[in-house]
C-alpha cells in the first residue's frame, strides 16, 4: 500500500446524489462501500465531512444572517452528516467513532488527538465532524488541520470531477488536468484547490493532497493502492 493512514474529504453535496438537498442513501451507501475496501486492506481512514447539502454559514450570511450563528449551523449539518456515514458504515460491519469540534457528547465523542490516533491504530474508521469548531474556517480547513494532528500520509479530496484542471472542465471544454503539480504552481496559476487557509497549512507542513472522482467506483481503492488517479498535489 502507498499509504498507511488517510485523511478522506468529503463535500456534504457529494451526499445529496442526485436529490437536491439532503442524504441520498444511495450514494450513501455506494461511500460507504468504497470506504470498506480500504479500511479491509489495513489502511488507517479518517474522515471530515463538509455539511453544504444542509446547510452552509456563507450562504445564511449572504442573506442577512449573522455570519457567526450561520457557521455554528454548517458545523452542526456536519455532524448530522458524520451521523448518516458512521450509521451506513456500521451496517457494513466497520467499526467507526465520531468525533465532534463541538461539544454534543450525547451523539459523538469529544474531538480528542490521542483517542483518535488510538482507534485509528485498532482499525475504526474516525469521522471528525464540527469543522475545527471556529466560526470563519471551512472544512477544508477542518481536514487539514485533523490530517497534520493524526499524522496522516496524505489528504485524498473526493469531489465529481477527476482531478485538477486548468480551467472549469465543466464549462470549458479546452480546459486540461494536471497528473501533478506542485503547491507553487496551483498558486501561481490561481487553480481552485481548498480555500486558501487550507491550502497553505497543508503546503507549510508539506503534506500532499490528491484530488480524484470519488463517484467513480474503485478510485479511492486504487489510490491507497499506488495507481495514479486524479491529481497529485505536492511540493
Known sequence: ??????????????????????IDAKRLDEYAEEIKKVVDKGIEVAIVIGGGNIFRGLAGAATGMDRVQGDHMGMLATVINGLALQSALEM???????????????????????????????GRVVIFGGGTGNPYFTTDSAAVLRAIEIEADVILKGTRVDGIYTSDPEKDK??????????????????KVMDTTAFTLSQENELPIVV??????????KIVDGEAVGTTVNM
Open 174 to 191: 479546452n480546459a486540461t488536468k494536471f497528473d501533478t503539480i506542485s503547491f507553487k504552481d496551483v498558486l501561481q496559476k490561481g487553480l
Open 212 to 221: 480524484f472522482d470519488m463517484n467513480k467506483k474503485g478510485n479511492l481503492l
Open 92 to 122: 457494513k460491519k466497520v467499526q467507526t467513532r465520531l468525533q465532534s469540534a463541538i461539544k454534543i457528547n450525547e451523539v459523538a465523542e469529544p474531538f480528542i488527538r490521542r483517542r483518535a490516533m488510538r482507534h485509528l491504530e485498532k
Open 1 to 22: 500500500m502507498q499509504y498507511k493512514r488517510i485523511l478522506l474529504k468529503l463535500s456534504g453535496e457529494a451526499l445529496m446524489g442526485e436529490k437536491q438537498y439532503g
